[in-house]
């Protein structure tokens, strides 16, 4: 019975594990994602002032 338990606490912990680490992914490619949009509006402002001035 206590063996069972275990089982089924163990299985759920690894599918919570896996659900984070998923997570985790999303989050770090969405970071990434804000860091390149505003990195890319940064070089094209200095392009536009360099070639307007």
Do not use: C, P
């Amino acid at each position: 019975m206590l063996e069972e338990r275990w089982q089924a606490l163990t299985f759920r912990l690894e599918a919570i594990e896996t659900a984070i680490e998923r997570l985790e992914r999303r989050l770090w490619l969405a970071v990434f994602g804000v860091v390149s949009v505003i990195l890319a509006q940064g070089i094209n402002e200095l392009i536009q002032m360099s070639s307007g001035g």
